[in-house]
């Protein structure tokens, strides 16, 4: 069955509309019709209902075609008119024409009607696809327009679109400035050499081209560009562009301050180590003149001088230790890593072997799963592995330390944790222990100089790896280290971290 075909006659007789509709069956169309006499009806009927072709006698009682076709006009209705009539004459059928009906026919002779309404459909269906392919086409302009990368379309070399952007960039006001111009004019000579000579022959094996050139613009001025180009058909090339030179300024600014970082961090390293080492020495003098002074002259002088000298003697005493700390810390970012692949299981083994007094005093009981081959600085990892060891057994509420170390991996990770069922540390301090000289107790609770950690972060981040503690004041701690997998050491900044 053929598609419903929706026909408003204005016809004031019936006999010859149903002549119309008796010639359409005929072509087997499939009918729907309404027969309307008058402006009013007629304005009613185009308001009402939707109407595929609108088939008028030119000449009616009180009504004519010319009026109906004003009428159609006006209520801006893309409805195909034909005009059909006894009686018009050319001239009269000429202006109807003009005005805007499609076809017009005469009465006696309808053969033509049906392959003109067919031919009038395909018109509007095409004229309806223009429509929308209008709508689409402004819809993309103003995209384009309100683009922030300079948009452009070039054909065979030459301008024939540029955006807002795009002119914005190269300094021109006007479109016109560029259409019809080639791509050659933005660019210095060494620059077209290198799109003719590099890029070109690129873009055409693979249709899109990405990367960055030296644009010039229209007052000569040049600017690092990052361009896109795509080569669609009949020669056509899309070209988008930004502006880098901020970026490529950014970037400069940044490595040279990265550069000047590393330097500030190895001469600050550098001078913690010669200064903790050339500290040793006076402070190495003032010991022993006062071990010197306290076993020649204890006893001899009064009680005050005897109790001074014992406060000389613990002070310098303590500096001793914590110069000697300070070496050790910058000593640990002076090393070059010797990075390899380590056994972390004899790693452990052998800590354990250094600790066996420690071990052996407290009771400890020292446990493990299976422990993976990473890649690090075997005497670094020791030192690591050896402080969190250490710390485990010391910091016990228990008469039985247990710690248990492991490993896990994810994302290219390792994860090694040690676990042990001590004091706890409260969370609000997880941070500042890692801070070089940072303790939450008292020398006579428990022992040390706050360093331990310190070098235990400092050799972990030279590996590319962080470290942090899980922990709740009573309830033991679980401090976790990670190491990349494939480790690919850089040279990293040394530094010392006063402040954490
Ligand atoms: P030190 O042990 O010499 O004080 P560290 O840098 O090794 O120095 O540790 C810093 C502080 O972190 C310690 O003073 C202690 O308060 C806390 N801490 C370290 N390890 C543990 C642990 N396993 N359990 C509880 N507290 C710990």
Redesign the pocket.
Known sequence: MSELLNVLLIEDSEDDALLVIRKLKQAKFTLNWQRVQTETDLTHSLKTSKWDVIIADYQLPGFDAPTALKVVQQLKIDTPFIVISGTIGEAAAVEMMRTGAQDYLMKDNLTRLPEAIKRELRDVQVRKERLQANIRLKQHLTAFEAAIDGIAILQSGTFIYSNHSYLQLFGFDYADELAGKSWRCLYSPEMVQRFESEVFPQLGIELAWQGEAIATRKNGSTFVQEISLTLAEDGVMVAVCRDISKRKQDEVHLKQLNAELLRSNQELGQFAYVASHDLQEPLRKILSFTELLASRYQGQLDEQADRYIGYITDGATRMQGLISDLLSYSRVGQVDLKVQETNLESILEQVKTDLETIITNSNAIISNDDLPIVTADPTQLRQLLQ?LLS??I??CQVDIPQVHVRASQADEVWTISVQ?N????DPQFSDR?FIIF????HRDE?S???????ICKKIVERHGGQIWVDSQEGQG?TFSFTLPISCEIEARPLSINLRG
């Not at 001590?422 to 540390?425: A, C, E, K, S, V």
């Not at 940072?438 to 107790?441: G, K, T, V």
């Open positions: 402080n710390n485990a010391k910091y042990d001590g004091i706890g540390i222990i940072q303790r939450l107790h428990y040390g100089t706050g360093i331990g950690l310190a701690s």
